[in-house]
């Protein structure tokens, strides 16, 4: 018996997992030669989460920092405070009735019709709003930016080969604040020259929860808060897997022993 | 749909259906076809194949629903459903790596095929139908990528879109026609997706063919001789339904694997991108399911050279049946061939890594260079057609084969089988 | 599969029955546990839902006037009523109507605990098959026969508190869920 278990199980898993010899060199290739560090991060591996305050500070990063250049085009207010998001409340199951995202979402300016008079007007953000555009287009964008246009962030982690070591490998990989022609030199950025000015700086802003804000702790923070905003899903998607796994395996060893005792009196 | 009916209605109303519709003896016959007694797990993925088919039907039905086939929507639309949409999480995985899952199962159906000769008389238009049931998956796969409306869509879409530009002549206007435009763009992506939508169903009435011709011919098995007698078989069901119901469980959980853990293993981080005509990737793959075709296209320096070698690496599985000269079917008795086959089993790996790669970079350093990956592809891109014609015709003549057993139901209690 | 294997000398069912059913149970779970999603996916999306509530600033009607607002991708009537069309309505005989309803009970009392009889909130949608219903001030031939809102769909007349009085339409015309959330703006759903 345990022999046939391991012939089927050799059978299709063994080929299947042929797969991910393609697929790695496919994704190493697009790397170049800048060095990425592994980071430790809560939501790696098969039971990783995010870590709550984390994201929270993350939160306050973008708000503070990246924001003035950088948009999160897929993400809107009332996802902060979806379940698994960085201010979700069990008292509010429904985000849109948050205080502390109606607050956040009154933080921001966003563009409205007047329904009087039809004329485009600024209005302050609702949950239901999405985060705005931070430069109305991509030339005026490039524009503003050295002809570099910020890429949007809220999908920049799964965007990029090297996913949060990446992004968190450039936000500390400066070496000096000098720029060449408003290029910076970055050991993570494919080519090693950037147009982005080093963000971060030690004490830039003063975290709500009283973590001392160094660059690092800040790039890890914001990195974090990324990381859900690129894959909000992914803690309940890996509860759901756990289940799945579960039930199929209790359900593959139920058929496999129907399948025995079909074949009982059958040689073969 | 071979050999007499074995279904007794019992009841009147059953025997008054039977005698207007008998679509219940229809069902008993075909759940009761014959089949060889000793058929491996290799013989499972059939069966897997078609839940890939249906997983991918359901789930792409639903994804119709809410994705948007416009060039300034579709991206936002994709992401709206991962986020918004309920279940959406799940279910759009689902359907990408589903694909990958598709053909993965599809290609060691094929390998299978090759290896017990399953092509032989009198099964080549089985073979036949099943390439092209392969071709049109290709086509569903590659329309299908282009639907997310990222970098590695657009991209690849463009390449591959560009080989029709390659055809002497009528190139430039066919692929005008094609695109309906002077790029890849909105007029195209609508096309691409009813287009998606429409070849499934095309697979779905290549497999009914298919299935048919198999229960008209009758399974090959892993020794490759006829069934004699009725103890070489037993019916499909629940002998076979049993097994291949296993089989399908433990693929279902590699597939949850990919779906729940890994569910960008097999994608690019590029596609994360929303496609930009301004800026082209530094580094454009396909899907991995295309990379050993994508190193052939590469191998010869040649625009047209290429695509003809790519198209032809497909076009010589269509007359493999009458290139493997063979009187014996399986490889189990073709004690040099069968090593041939691994090795080409090996190349299409090989070519695979290859198409991952770029063309000039050192696949294997010998010294101070060595070998690029251009070089490795073409070595085996040779082989991959020497394998076809002259290896195949050659050994059917020359080798000395092992000697066949009696039938199958000596093989089995031998233990041969 | 002869019948001596279904039951043992007891007349139980064997070990081979307990598989069967062990399985043919757990895929009937699968399989219900698969389609859920399958199912459920079809129901209004996070964006949708969360698009679903709209403020209404009551201050810009004036006597007399209706206002007309998307919500839900239906209309919302918001119609400041006359002195008289407020007494039409009370003057109905509730035990006669279809649906019975006082005139009361279709508003909501305003931030301080007060119906503010003047400003009737309804859903515009005909309660028959979901047409929009006419019943612009100053055009009596649009108001039906009790001087509130007609469809001309199929004639289905209500009056002017917004309750069916005749034709095919079984129910009075819906209050969506609303509260008021200043003295002169409204939250509806």
Known sequence: MLKTITKAFATVAIASTSLFAISIPAKAAGGGEHKIEKQNWGFNGPFGTYNRPAMQRGYQVYKEVCSSCHALEHLSFRHLGDKGGPFYDAEFPNPNDNPVVKAFAKDWTVERIDQDSGDPMDDTGIPADKFPDIFPNAIAAAASNGGAVPPDLSIIIPARTGGADYIFALLTGYDSDESHDGVYHNAAFPGGAIKMAPPLFDDLIEYADGTKATSEQMARDVTEFLAWSGDPKMEVRKTVGFATFLFLFIFALLLFMTYKEVWKDVEH | MSGHSTYEPKYAAERWLDKRLPIVRFGVDFMGFPSPRNLNYWYAFGGILTLCLMAQIITGIILAMHYTPDVDLAFDSVQRIRRDVPFGWLLQPMHAVGASMFFLAVYIHMFRGMFYGSYKNPRELLWIIGCLIYLVMMATGFLGYTLPWGQMSFWGATVITGFFGAIPVVGESLQQWLLGGYSIGNPTLQRFFSLHYLLPFIICALVGLHVWAVHHVGQNNPIGIEPKSKSDTLPFHPFYTMKDAFAIAVFLLIFALFVFYLPDALGHADNYQRANPMVTPPHIVPEWYFLPFYAILRAVPDKLMGIMLMFGAIAVLFVLPWLDTAKVRSMRFRPITRWFFIIFLVMGFILGWCGANSPDDIAIPIGEHGMSFKWVSRIATLYYFAYFFPILPIMGWIEKTKPLPDSITKAVLSGDA | ?189
């Open chain 3, 1 to 189: 599969m002869s019948d001596t294997d279904k039951f043992d000398e007891n007349g139980e069912p064997t070990r081979r029955d307990f598989i069967y059913i062990a399985t043919a149970a757990t895929a009937a779970v699968g399989a219900g546990a698969f389609a859920w999603p399958l199912v459920t996916q079809m129901s209004a999306a996070a964006d949708t839902r969360a698009a679903g509530s709209i403020e209404i600033d009551l201050s810009k009607i004036s006597e007399g006037q209706q206002l007309k607002v998307l919500w839900r991708g239906k209309p919302v009537f918001v119609r400041f009523r006359t002195q008289a069309e407020i007494d039409a309505a009370d003057a109905v005989d509730v035990a006669s109507l279809r649906d019975p309803q006082t005139d009361d009970d279709r508003f909501v009392p305003n931030t301080s605990g007060v119906i503010d009889k003047r400003l009737l909130v309804m859903v515009g949608v005909c309660t028959h098959f979901g047409c929009i219903p006419v019943g612009e001030q100053g055009k009596i031939d649009a108001q039906g026969k009790f001087g509130g809102w007609y469809c001309p769909c199929h004639g289905s007349h209500y009056d002017t508190s917004g309750r069916i009085r005749q034709g095919p339409a079984p129910l009075n015309l819906p209050i969506p869920e609303y509260t008021y959330i200043s003295d002169t703006v409204i939250k509806v759903g």
